[in-house]
Structures are given as C-alpha cells and as structure tokens.
C-alpha cells in the first residue's frame, strides 16, 4: 500500500539518535495532538527482544497507543517493503479513527522509505547471497568492504554488521550495475507529495553519550544478559538478522566465551555511540528532516511546545 498525500501530510514523524529521549517527548507530544504511535524501529518489530531494543514499556503503551510493536517472531524474516505496507495500513487506521498518526523512532532507513517510496528492486538472487554469506564466513567484514566500494553512499548509512541490508545493496548492484542508493533516489516521492511535518531531535554529542552509556547499564541491570540467553534457547533460533542487534550480538559473544562480560558492555557502549553517528548522518541528509536541537537544559515539554510551534496542523 502506498498512501495517498492527503494520509502522508496529515502524519508526524519524530525521529532522532538512540538514547536521545524520544520516547518521553513522544508521549507528551502524542498527548496534544491527539495521536498514536507508530514505531520507527527495525528492531522493536521482534517480539521477545524487549530490553535491548529500549522498547515502550507496558505503562508507557497504556498511557498511548502503541503500533508497530512486536510484529515477528525472531526467527522470523521481514523487509522494509513488509514495514512500509503495514504502516501505511496502520496508520490509515489510526487516520480513520480520527486520531493522528505519530511515527517516532530511530530507523533511517524506515523513515526514508515511508517519507520517498520504496524502490522495490529486482528478486532475490538467492544463489548470490549464498555465495555473498559464504565469502563472509571466510572472510568477515569483507562485504561491507565490497558496498563501500560499490554504493558509498548506502555504505555510510549502514552499520557494518547489517549483513541483510549490506547483501541486498551488493545484490541489486550485482543484477543492474547501479548503486541501490541511486535507484532508490531515482524512486523518490516528489517533494510536494511530502508531510511538512518530519522532525529529528539533535542533541550534544558528550550528554548523548554520557545518556548512552547510562541506557547500556540499565540494560544489564534490566536483565540483558538473561534475554539474549533465553533467545539462544529458543526454537527455531532466532535469525543472524535479530541477533546482530546492537547489545545481542556482544552479549552473544560473552556467552559464547568471546568476551569478558565488562568487555562485551563496553563494546556495546562504543558500538551505540557509533551507530548514533550514522543516524545524524541519515536525518541530516533527508531534507524533509527538521532539525529540534536537543541540550542538558530542554526538558522534553520544551521540545514539544518548539515542535508544535513549527509544525503544520492545519
């Protein structure tokens, strides 16, 4: 389903780096606008993946509705074209009901595919992606190297262990010789097509990553650890895309004997920091993304009365 402009200008968009503090400000904002929230996030689509994704809490989803939450099992499969369908359902059923569809989360690639379209692409060539995943196992690290040489630009907004994604942008090179990333632009929604109303939050570098670190260690005392071994567990074994998640795969590699487990926390904390920097990169290069500085001094309620004072509710 692709929604007609009418339905994509009447939605907001919240979006921002991980540990930015989008959930509060998104609740409150929900709360003026009489909306509901639709998840922005890759990664809280996995049902039994709740603590490593900073997934909204029961009290949180009572307070608003939540959508978009716990779609699949991990060991399931689901593309962005999959995501984009069943949010523009959701979010025409939310429109229906005479509430306002609020998409809030930290995926950029989601965001960038609701707001332009989704360039579907060629099939699947599934014996290339085998000889891809082969060539991985021997060497790995090297097909993230392959995508920086051929597509740079879906390079940087990758994180190197995003083997799914990485594969996909190697595979539709592979088949017509074009970068995904320029096909994907060749694609877009034309800009008067557009909602008005996209907004990221941009925060200070040094209190993002004090907050960071500070989420990385409520994790564990949450019971991170606990999680991922109960996901181990589990029949059918979640998917190689679930478990690549920033946080399991580290705490993968604690229990499997690979790390100390301070070792493991502190890659996660460095590996989050990163990843917040390739978000910038995605929000700050989609020019429908306007920017709400974030600072130690703005409470969220400061945000919102800036975030309705630019947006359009008309």
Known sequence: MEPDSTLLKRCWFLAGPTAVGKTESSLLL????????????????????????????????????HHLIDLID??????????????????????????????????????????RGVFEGPDADWDYRRQLEARETEEPGILYRLLR??????????????????????????LTGEPLSSLQQQA?????????????????????????DRRVDQMIEQGLVEEVQNLLRRTPPASRTAMQGLGYKEMVDHLEGKAALEEAIEQIKTRTRQFAKRQHTWFRNLEECQEIKVTAKRSPSDLVDELLQRGDRS
Do not use: C
């Open 30 to 65: 929900a709360e003026r606008l009489d909306a509901e929230v639709l998840s922005l996030d890759s990664m809280a689509i996995y049902r039994e993946m709740d603590i490593g994704t900073a997934k909204p809490g029961v009290d949180e989803q009572q307070r608003v509705p």
């Open 74 to 115: 991990p060991h399931e499969e689901f593309s962005t074209a999959e995501y984009v369908r069943v949010a523009w359902e959701t979010a025409a059923n939310v429109a229906s009901r005479g509430k306002v569809p609020l998409f809030v989360g930290g995926t950029g690639l989601y965001l960038r595919s609701l707001l």
């Open 149 to 174: 040489e051929v597509d740079p630009v879906l390079a940087a907004r990758l994180h190197p262990n995003d083997q799914r994604r990485i594969i996909r942008g190697l595979e539709v090179h592979h």
């Open 188 to 212: 877009a929604r034309l800009p008067e097509d557009r909602s008005s109303n996209v907004f990221w939050l941009h925060p200070e570098r040094e209190w993002l990553y004090e907050r960071i």
